[in-house]
């Protein structure tokens, strides 16, 4: 079982910046495809970024160039570097994580964190 605790989230006006963490309870090592999601009211969740285990980043076009994905080895987080920020990047945060163990597939998603920006 890994656990996935996210932070950082808050109000913001657009242009301006946050950085979310997720921190990870299992060793990066252990884990393969790492991803942030976003939800907003009414909509389905979509991809914001993922980053391998190569460490192979991939963004949507509607973030590329504002947002960075990372991994802090000291700290064991998951990062998520917001900036130019939009109001339509108002949505809840969702860290996720793939890991293979013993020949199966799990899938793990933290709790959530909240972005609201204004105009």
């Known amino acids: 079982q890994v656990r996935l605790v996210e932070s950082g989230g808050g109000l913001v006006q657009a242009g301006g910046s946050l950085k979310l963490s997720c921190v990870v309870s299992?060793?990066?090592?252990?884990?393969?495809?790492m991803a942030w999601y976003r939800q907003a009211p009414g909509r389905a969740r979509e991809l914001v970024a993922s980053?391998?285990?190569?460490?192979?980043?991939n963004y949507p076009d509607s973030v590329k160039g504002r947002f960075t994905i990372s991994k802090n080895n000291a700290k064991n987080t998951l990062d998520l570097q917001m900036n130019s920020l939009k109001p339509e990047d108002t949505a809840v945060y969702y860290c996720?994580?793939?890991?293979?163990?013993?020949?199966?597939?799990?899938?793990?998603w933290g709790q959530g964190t909240q972005v609201t920006v204004s105009s």
């Open positions: 980053i391998t285990s190569g460490e192979s980043t």
């Open positions: 299992a060793s990066f090592h252990s884990l393969n495809t």
């Open positions: 996720n994580a793939d890991q293979f163990y013993s020949g199966r597939y799990f899938n793990y």
